[in-house]
């Protein structure tokens, strides 16, 4: 597991990362929970902190970063999640927490899951809400390319047979603590009324987005250790509902090929 801890991926539970590292538990086996039986590819896989609570399915991990993969207890490839190199129908079902966000052309993700599906496979996509955690004009994570609210998701999921969406709620103590931290976001934003951040060259702002993830979680908010994946539940609802979720599940359905 890498030692370096990046807004990429959650590598950690310890003291103020332990909200975002329980959320991805909890993503895992609520989410995780709806797949079916029969082989997982666990995509953008990161760390695969949490991958065995997709047992007792035979799980694959892949990640486009080798360092990450090392040393899991299972198969793993590195490949891009926009060329997979599988044959077509290798998995019965396809896994992603938090990655489609990570590529700028997330329909090559989509159509790529859908072909290394079985017919009758099942694939689940979970990323954060972009009404949640965003701003209206501007992506705040340096390593996100898209970010996505209910609509967006299901007209990027559009090429599977069937569609529906659920979504991530946290605890009123998660809130809480997700409050605090966009408050302390507006308190920083605010000192570049002019938006000149966005002109930085992206490898820079995510270098200064690592400094400053480190440098504000270094300290836990009081109560952020105590988070669980008991704080999160996964509930279904319209898109007015799902506007308050902290993440999008959308789980798509490839049909059975009829003879």
Known sequence: MPETV???RVVTSAGGFNPTYQRHVAAYRLAGALLGPGRVLDLGCGTGHSYRE???RETVGTDIAAEVLAGQERDT????MRALPFPDGSFSSVFSVHSIEHVPDPERVIAEVRRVLVPGGRAIFVTPNRL???RPDEIIDPYHYIEFDAAALRALCAPFDRVSLSGLFGSQRYLCLVDTEHAELDRL???DPLGLRRRIPRGLRQRLY???LSRSRALALPGAEAITPEDFT???GDDRTLASALDLVAVCDRSPEVL
């Open 210 to 212: 690592d400094w400053r």
């Open 54 to 56: 997709l047992a007792p």
């Open 6 to 8: 990046t807004g990429e």
């Open 234 to 236: 996964l509930r279904a």
């Open 132 to 134: 949640t955690f965003g």
């Open 77 to 80: 490839v590195v490949a891009d």
């Open 189 to 191: 934003l605010a000192l």
